[in-house]
């Protein structure tokens, strides 16, 4: 396989797929360029970069045959597609959440003792990610927000995965490059491993010395990943997260075209996940805040369509919010509502204004019987909630 310019793309070309682009073309099925309008239409598209296969490329003297498939753009898919309910996928997708924490933890204590990534078991968990995702998105999303405050080392890198499979998802992917992604996501800190513990787990301000070892953390990622011989998109996710569009990011300052698309989409899901997180010396932000805070940092740091497109997957109010509603009850977004972000499913078991839990009950906010909506994402401390318990006991089957 060779990665090429488009610009180096000929006539007989065989398209494995896109590596970097600034549009969201599709590629329908890997196959072979016909002529050069083939090439302009995935120019005019946005695409930057493809793989192919240069043993594959035809010999133009010969004649066409009907077995010759041509690049074209896939019809469109509706990306909200829910196979299944999800109270039916939560306990599949708990399972595999525990798991991968599992697989984590003794990848951590591998490269300790100097043992290579076990490869295989990561693309694993990350194909069981995407089917979860493809089955019912809003299973993994809700376990994503519902963590525990003194796991963020290993649960950040696996919400990471799950939000960058949703994304990817959304913007139409294949389902191979969306492991890649998802797969390049899992470790896109691994490198964190090799500093030390007394500045990872510091609790206040780190100084300017102790920031800068820090930043190492993203190239410890890079080789790591790219040692394991899990290809270019994975290393790049993994090394370039922290990268910024003007530049002023690290550990190489990379700007603009530099950055590919996916560098763009994990650096949005990184900093979104880490701003949302209760850690404990910290109380996380609400989504909300969150998506303004990214907004301050476009067009100059963020890709701002890639942003908008984000935040319309994942929504103002995403799966495992706790909100409150207007009629003072309280509770979790069970369920997501693509034709009306502003109306999902909330699962209600309290009641904010006279402090007394109620009877658990999902209500549809767009239900037109329903005469209630959302006043605000709210936190649990505020109200002396524990949002783990009532999640494992309340909404798991």
Same mark, same amino acid.
């Given at each position: 396989?060779?990665?090429i310019?488009?610009?180096?793309?000929?006539?007989?070309?065989?398209?494995?797929?896109?590596?970097?682009?600034?549009?969201?073309?599709r590629?329908?099925?890997?196959?072979?360029?016909?002529?050069?309008?083939?090439?302009?239409?995935?120019?005019?598209?946005?695409?930057l970069?493809?793989?192919?296969?240069?043993?594959?490329?035809?010999d133009?003297?010969?004649?066409?045959?009907?077995?010759?498939?041509e690049?074209?753009?896939?019809?469109?898919?509706?990306?909200?597609?829910?196979?299944?309910?999800?109270?039916?996928?939560?306990?599949?997708?708990?399972?595999?959440?525990?798991?991968?924490?599992q697989?984590?933890?003794?990848?951590?204590?591998?490269?300790?003792?100097?043992?290579?990534?076990?490869?295989?078991?990561?693309?694993?968990?990350?194909?069981?990610?995407?089917?979860?995702?493809?089955?019912?998105?809003?299973?993994?999303?809700?376990?994503?927000?519902?963590?525990?405050k003194?796991?963020?080392?290993?649960?950040?890198?696996?919400?990471?995965?799950?939000?960058?499979?949703?994304?990817?998802?959304?913007?139409?992917?294949?389902?191979?490059?969306?492991?890649?992604?998802?797969?390049?996501?899992?470790?896109?800190?691994?490198?964190?491993?090799?500093?030390?513990?007394?500045?990872?787990?510091?609790?206040?301000?780190?100084?300017?010395?102790?920031?800068a070892?820090?930043?190492?953390?993203?190239?410890?990622?890079?080789?790591?990943?790219?040692?394991?011989?899990?290809?270019?998109?994975?290393?790049?996710?993994?090394?370039?997260?922290?990268?910024?569009?003007?530049?002023?990011?690290y550990?190489?300052?990379?700007?603009?075209?530099?950055?590919?698309?996916?560098?763009?989409?994990?650096s949005?899901?990184?900093?979104?996940?880490?701003?949302?997180?209760?850690?404990?010396?910290?109380?996380?932000?609400?989504?909300?805040?969150?998506?303004?805070?990214?907004?301050?940092?476009?067009p100059?740091?963020?890709?701002?369509?890639?942003?908008?497109?984000?935040?319309?997957?994942?929504?103002?109010?995403?799966?495992?919010?706790?909100?409150?509603? $207007?009629?003072?009850?309280?509770?979790?977004? =069970? @369920?997501?509502? !693509?034709?009306?972000?502003?109306?999902?499913?909330? +699962?209600? &078991?309290?009641?904010?204004?006279?402090?007394?839990?109620?009877?658990?009950?999902?209500?549809?906010?767009?239900? $037109?019987r329903?005469?209630?909506?959302?006043? =605000? @994402?709210?936190? !649990?401390?505020?109200?002396?909630?524990?949002?783990? +318990?009532? &999640?494992?006991?309340?909404?798991?089957?």
């Open positions: 396989m060779k990665t310019n488009i610009k180096d793309l000929q006539p007989g070309m065989f398209v494995v797929g896109v590596i970097k682009q600034a549009g969201h073309v590629v329908k099925n890997q196959g072979w360029v016909r002529n050069e309008k083939g090439i302009n239409n995935l120019i005019n598209s946005g695409v970069e493809v793989e192919i296969d240069p043993d594959k490329t035809l133009q003297s010969q004649p066409e045959t009907e077995t010759v498939e690049i074209t753009e896939a019809p469109k898919q509706d990306p909200w597609h829910k196979s299944v309910p999800v109270e039916a996928e939560l306990g599949h997708a708990v399972q595999m959440y525990e798991q991968a924490k697989l984590q933890e003794k990848t951590f204590l591998d490269i300790k003792e100097g043992r290579k990534i076990d490869v295989a078991d990561f693309k694993e968990t990350a194909s069981g990610f995407i089917d979860s995702v493809f089955r019912n998105q809003d299973a993994l999303a809700c376990i994503a927000r519902i963590r525990e003194d796991g963020y080392l290993l649960e950040h890198s696996l919400n990471v995965s799950i939000l960058m499979s949703i994304f990817a998802k959304h913007l139409g992917f294949e389902r191979t490059l969306i492991e890649e992604l998802a797969t390049g996501a899992l470790l896109h800190d691994i490198g964190k491993i090799k500093i030390p513990d007394e500045i990872l787990q510091k609790p206040d301000k780190l100084s300017e010395n102790e920031f070892i820090m930043r190492e953390h993203a190239k410890f990622s890079h080789d790591i990943v790219k040692d394991s011989g899990l290809g270019d998109i994975a290393s790049e996710i993994a090394g370039f997260h922290h990268e910024r569009l003007n530049g002023t990011g550990p190489y300052a990379k700007q603009g075209e530099e950055l590919s698309q996916y560098v763009r989409m994990i949005i899901v990184d900093v979104y996940d880490a701003l949302t997180a209760d850690r404990v010396y910290k109380v996380g932000m609400a989504p909300i805040k969150a998506f303004r805070k990214l907004k301050d940092g476009c100059h740091e963020f890709d701002e369509n890639l942003l908008n497109q984000f935040i319309h997957c994942i929504g103002m109010y995403p799966v495992g919010t706790l909100v409150k509603l $207007k009629s003072h009850r309280v509770g979790i977004v =069970a @369920a997501s509502n !693509p034709d009306s972000p502003l109306q999902p499913v909330v +699962k209600v &078991f309290y009641n904010a204004k006279n402090m007394f839990h109620v009877e658990v009950r999902d209500i549809d906010l767009s239900d $037109k329903v005469d209630d909506e959302l006043e =605000a @994402a709210v936190k !649990p401390e505020e109200f002396g909630l524990d949002l783990i +318990k009532f &999640f494992r006991h309340s909404m798991l089957p």
